[in-house]
Protein backbone atom coordinates (compact mmCIF):
# COMPACT_ATOMS: atom_id res chain seq x y z
CA UNK A 1 0.00 0.00 0.00
CA UNK A 2 1.51 3.43 -1.08
CA UNK A 3 1.84 6.18 1.68
CA UNK A 4 2.51 9.64 0.94
CA UNK A 5 3.18 12.03 4.01
CA UNK A 6 0.72 15.33 4.21
CA UNK A 7 3.15 17.77 2.80
CA UNK A 8 2.73 20.35 5.59
CA UNK A 9 3.74 17.61 8.10
CA UNK A 10 6.94 16.97 5.74
CA UNK A 11 7.66 20.25 6.14
CA UNK A 12 7.78 20.76 9.55
CA UNK A 13 8.93 17.50 10.56
CA UNK A 14 12.01 15.39 10.34
CA UNK A 15 11.76 11.57 10.03
CA UNK A 16 12.74 9.44 12.66
CA UNK A 17 11.09 6.07 11.33
CA UNK A 18 8.46 3.79 10.92
CA UNK A 19 6.61 1.67 13.72
CA UNK A 20 4.56 -0.87 12.79
CA UNK A 21 1.44 1.03 12.07
CA UNK A 22 2.54 5.04 11.81
CA UNK A 23 5.41 6.84 10.88
CA UNK A 24 7.34 8.80 13.69
CA UNK A 25 8.26 12.48 12.88
CA UNK A 26 10.00 15.01 15.14
CA UNK A 27 8.86 18.36 15.16
CA UNK A 28 11.14 20.84 14.24
CA UNK A 29 11.11 22.78 17.22
CA UNK A 30 13.08 23.10 19.73
CA UNK A 31 10.54 24.65 22.04
CA UNK A 32 9.06 21.56 23.18
CA UNK A 33 10.33 17.50 22.67
CA UNK A 34 7.59 16.04 20.44
CA UNK A 35 7.06 13.50 18.37
CA UNK A 36 4.05 13.14 15.61
CA UNK A 37 3.05 9.86 15.02
CA UNK A 38 0.88 9.41 11.45
CA UNK A 39 -0.67 6.27 11.21
CA UNK A 40 0.25 5.22 7.60
CA UNK A 41 -3.26 4.72 6.44
CA UNK A 42 -4.02 7.00 3.61
CA UNK A 43 -8.08 7.42 4.29
CA UNK A 44 -7.81 7.99 7.42
CA UNK A 45 -8.93 11.39 9.49
CA UNK A 46 -10.09 10.26 12.69
CA UNK A 47 -8.79 7.76 15.33
CA UNK A 48 -12.02 6.12 14.91
CA UNK A 49 -11.73 5.41 11.23
CA UNK A 50 -8.62 2.96 11.72
CA UNK A 51 -10.01 -0.78 12.39
CA UNK A 52 -9.91 -1.86 15.87
CA UNK A 53 -6.68 -3.60 15.95
CA UNK A 54 -5.25 -0.53 14.21
CA UNK A 55 -6.24 1.39 17.33
CA UNK A 56 -5.27 -0.99 19.83
CA UNK A 57 -1.40 -0.55 17.66
CA UNK A 58 -1.62 2.79 18.06
CA UNK A 59 -2.56 3.69 21.44
CA UNK A 60 1.05 1.08 22.25
CA UNK A 61 3.17 3.42 19.83
CA UNK A 62 1.69 6.89 21.76
CA UNK A 63 2.72 4.15 24.96
CA UNK A 64 5.84 3.95 23.56
CA UNK A 65 6.27 7.71 22.12
CA UNK A 66 5.84 9.01 25.39
CA UNK A 67 8.05 6.98 27.66
CA UNK A 68 10.96 8.05 25.02
CA UNK A 69 9.68 11.95 25.51
CA UNK A 70 9.61 11.14 29.49
CA UNK A 71 13.11 10.17 29.36
CA UNK A 72 14.28 13.71 27.66
CA UNK A 73 15.40 15.68 30.15
CA UNK A 74 13.14 18.56 31.68
CA UNK A 75 9.68 16.74 30.84
CA UNK A 76 7.30 17.45 33.75
CA UNK A 77 4.25 16.02 31.90
CA UNK A 78 2.94 14.28 28.13
CA UNK A 79 0.51 16.50 26.20
CA UNK A 80 -1.42 13.94 23.81
CA UNK A 81 -3.79 15.25 21.36
CA UNK A 82 -4.92 14.27 17.97
CA UNK A 83 -6.63 17.39 16.40
CA UNK A 84 -6.19 17.59 12.81
CA UNK A 85 -8.33 21.11 12.13
CA UNK A 86 -5.37 21.85 9.78
CA UNK A 87 -4.04 18.73 8.83
CA UNK A 88 -6.57 16.40 7.42
CA UNK A 89 -3.98 13.52 7.67
CA UNK A 90 -4.43 11.57 11.56
CA UNK A 91 -1.60 12.21 13.10
CA UNK A 92 -0.98 12.24 16.55
CA UNK A 93 0.68 14.22 18.54
CA UNK A 94 3.13 13.56 21.67
CA UNK A 95 4.59 16.40 23.15
CA UNK A 96 6.69 16.46 26.44
CA UNK A 97 5.97 19.50 28.54
CA UNK A 98 7.73 21.32 31.16
CA UNK A 99 6.12 23.78 33.66
CA UNK A 100 7.33 27.33 32.30
CA UNK A 101 7.70 26.56 28.70
CA UNK A 102 6.55 29.10 26.32
CA UNK A 103 3.06 27.59 25.89
CA UNK A 104 2.72 26.32 29.66
CA UNK A 105 -0.16 25.72 30.93
CA UNK A 106 -1.68 26.01 27.41
CA UNK A 107 -1.64 23.62 24.84
CA UNK A 108 1.01 24.37 21.89
CA UNK A 109 -0.53 24.05 18.81
CA UNK A 110 -1.32 27.77 16.96
CA UNK A 111 1.55 29.07 19.52
CA UNK A 112 3.65 30.96 17.12
CA UNK A 113 6.27 30.28 15.08
CA UNK A 114 8.64 27.02 15.70
CA UNK A 115 12.46 27.18 16.57
CA UNK A 116 14.26 25.32 14.26
CA UNK A 117 16.82 22.77 15.90
CA UNK A 118 20.22 22.83 14.78
CA UNK A 119 21.15 20.30 12.64
CA UNK A 120 23.57 18.31 15.11
CA UNK A 121 21.04 18.49 17.66
CA UNK A 122 18.15 17.07 15.84
CA UNK A 123 20.57 14.26 14.63
CA UNK A 124 21.20 13.44 18.05
CA UNK A 125 17.70 13.53 18.87
CA UNK A 126 16.91 11.63 16.16
CA UNK A 127 19.53 8.96 16.74
CA UNK A 128 18.51 8.63 20.34
CA UNK A 129 14.27 7.77 18.95
CA UNK A 130 15.51 5.11 16.57
CA UNK A 131 17.39 3.23 19.09
CA UNK A 132 14.08 3.63 21.31
CA UNK A 133 11.63 3.24 19.27
CA UNK A 134 12.32 2.07 15.91
CA UNK A 135 15.16 -0.49 16.39
CA UNK A 136 14.63 -1.59 20.48
CA UNK B 1 -11.63 0.28 44.67
CA UNK B 2 -12.26 3.88 45.36
CA UNK B 3 -12.70 6.58 42.96
CA UNK B 4 -12.69 10.12 43.24
CA UNK B 5 -13.47 12.30 40.39
CA UNK B 6 -10.75 15.63 40.69
CA UNK B 7 -12.85 18.65 41.82
CA UNK B 8 -12.24 20.96 39.14
CA UNK B 9 -13.46 18.02 36.66
CA UNK B 10 -16.55 17.46 38.46
CA UNK B 11 -16.91 21.32 38.73
CA UNK B 12 -16.92 21.83 34.82
CA UNK B 13 -18.96 18.86 33.91
CA UNK B 14 -22.24 16.93 34.04
CA UNK B 15 -21.87 13.31 34.83
CA UNK B 16 -23.19 10.65 32.25
CA UNK B 17 -22.19 7.51 33.38
CA UNK B 18 -19.54 4.39 33.93
CA UNK B 19 -17.92 2.91 30.85
CA UNK B 20 -15.89 -0.57 31.86
CA UNK B 21 -12.97 2.04 32.26
CA UNK B 22 -13.64 5.38 32.39
CA UNK B 23 -16.59 7.47 33.57
CA UNK B 24 -18.37 9.92 31.14
CA UNK B 25 -18.53 13.31 31.72
CA UNK B 26 -20.13 15.95 29.50
CA UNK B 27 -18.10 19.46 29.49
CA UNK B 28 -20.87 22.19 30.65
CA UNK B 29 -19.85 24.42 27.67
CA UNK B 30 -22.15 24.55 24.78
CA UNK B 31 -20.09 26.19 22.65
CA UNK B 32 -18.49 22.34 21.54
CA UNK B 33 -20.27 19.32 22.09
CA UNK B 34 -17.30 17.61 24.27
CA UNK B 35 -17.24 14.57 26.84
CA UNK B 36 -14.39 13.90 28.42
CA UNK B 37 -13.18 10.40 29.35
CA UNK B 38 -11.72 9.85 32.69
CA UNK B 39 -10.23 6.29 33.73
CA UNK B 40 -10.93 5.07 37.31
CA UNK B 41 -7.62 4.36 38.27
CA UNK B 42 -6.81 7.17 40.99
CA UNK B 43 -2.80 6.51 40.08
CA UNK B 44 -2.69 7.93 36.75
CA UNK B 45 -1.82 10.89 35.72
CA UNK B 46 -0.76 9.63 31.62
CA UNK B 47 -1.51 7.55 29.12
CA UNK B 48 1.51 5.29 29.80
CA UNK B 49 0.58 5.03 33.23
CA UNK B 50 -2.25 2.60 32.47
CA UNK B 51 -1.16 -0.63 31.98
CA UNK B 52 -1.78 -2.32 28.31
CA UNK B 53 -5.21 -3.89 28.91
CA UNK B 54 -6.24 -0.73 30.12
CA UNK B 55 -4.99 1.34 27.06
CA UNK B 56 -6.48 -1.17 24.71
CA UNK B 57 -9.93 -0.25 26.56
CA UNK B 58 -9.47 3.39 26.77
CA UNK B 59 -8.79 3.70 22.76
CA UNK B 60 -12.16 1.70 22.23
CA UNK B 61 -13.73 4.29 24.51
CA UNK B 62 -12.53 7.55 22.98
CA UNK B 63 -13.58 5.15 19.77
CA UNK B 64 -17.08 5.19 21.12
CA UNK B 65 -16.85 8.51 22.14
CA UNK B 66 -16.11 9.98 18.57
CA UNK B 67 -18.84 8.33 17.54
CA UNK B 68 -21.63 9.31 19.50
CA UNK B 69 -19.52 13.29 19.17
CA UNK B 70 -19.56 12.49 15.48
CA UNK B 71 -23.46 11.69 15.51
CA UNK B 72 -24.36 15.03 16.61
CA UNK B 73 -25.44 18.15 14.31
CA UNK B 74 -23.17 20.09 13.05
CA UNK B 75 -19.50 18.38 14.13
CA UNK B 76 -17.03 18.71 10.95
CA UNK B 77 -13.82 17.07 12.75
CA UNK B 78 -12.75 15.14 16.51
CA UNK B 79 -10.31 16.61 18.66
CA UNK B 80 -8.49 14.20 21.29
CA UNK B 81 -6.58 15.25 23.80
CA UNK B 82 -5.11 14.32 27.06
CA UNK B 83 -3.17 17.04 28.24
CA UNK B 84 -3.65 17.72 32.18
CA UNK B 85 -1.68 20.45 32.57
CA UNK B 86 -4.09 21.94 34.70
CA UNK B 87 -5.89 18.89 36.19
CA UNK B 88 -3.62 16.13 37.15
CA UNK B 89 -6.00 13.23 37.12
CA UNK B 90 -5.76 10.87 33.80
CA UNK B 91 -8.29 12.68 31.64
CA UNK B 92 -9.12 12.11 27.61
CA UNK B 93 -11.14 15.39 26.02
CA UNK B 94 -13.51 14.09 23.13
CA UNK B 95 -14.32 17.64 21.35
CA UNK B 96 -16.27 17.38 18.30
CA UNK B 97 -15.38 20.72 16.49
CA UNK B 98 -17.39 22.74 13.82
CA UNK B 99 -15.48 24.60 11.15
CA UNK B 100 -16.03 28.34 12.06
CA UNK B 101 -16.83 27.33 15.74
CA UNK B 102 -15.39 29.91 18.67
CA UNK B 103 -11.64 28.77 18.39
CA UNK B 104 -11.47 27.50 14.95
CA UNK B 105 -9.50 26.07 13.42
CA UNK B 106 -6.61 26.31 17.09
CA UNK B 107 -7.52 24.10 20.12
CA UNK B 108 -10.45 24.42 22.65
CA UNK B 109 -8.71 24.18 25.44
CA UNK B 110 -7.78 27.89 27.57
CA UNK B 111 -10.17 29.50 25.06
CA UNK B 112 -12.12 31.49 27.58
CA UNK B 113 -15.04 30.90 29.66
CA UNK B 114 -17.59 28.25 29.21
CA UNK B 115 -21.16 28.74 28.58
CA UNK B 116 -23.12 26.64 30.67
CA UNK B 117 -25.84 24.51 29.07
CA UNK B 118 -29.63 24.84 29.90
CA UNK B 119 -30.20 21.92 31.90
CA UNK B 120 -33.26 20.98 30.01
CA UNK B 121 -30.71 20.87 27.07
CA UNK B 122 -28.05 19.13 28.96
CA UNK B 123 -30.45 16.59 29.90
CA UNK B 124 -31.35 15.30 26.56
CA UNK B 125 -27.65 15.21 25.20
CA UNK B 126 -26.56 13.21 28.70
CA UNK B 127 -29.98 10.94 27.46
CA UNK B 128 -28.00 10.51 23.96
CA UNK B 129 -24.94 9.64 25.13
CA UNK B 130 -25.62 7.31 28.14
CA UNK B 131 -28.27 5.41 25.47
CA UNK B 132 -25.05 5.36 22.98
CA UNK B 133 -22.52 4.65 25.27
CA UNK B 134 -23.51 3.32 28.70
CA UNK B 135 -26.36 0.95 27.86
CA UNK B 136 -26.09 -0.39 24.49
Excluded at 93 to 102: I, K, L, Q, W
Excluded at 103 to 124: L, N, S, T
Amino acid sequence: MTFALDPRLAADTLAIGDLALSRVLLMNDRRYPWLVLVPRREASREIVDLDAQERATLIEEIAASSRFVQSLPGVDKINVGALGNLVAQLHVHVVGRAVGDPAWPGPVWGRGAARRYAPERAAVLIAQARAALVTP
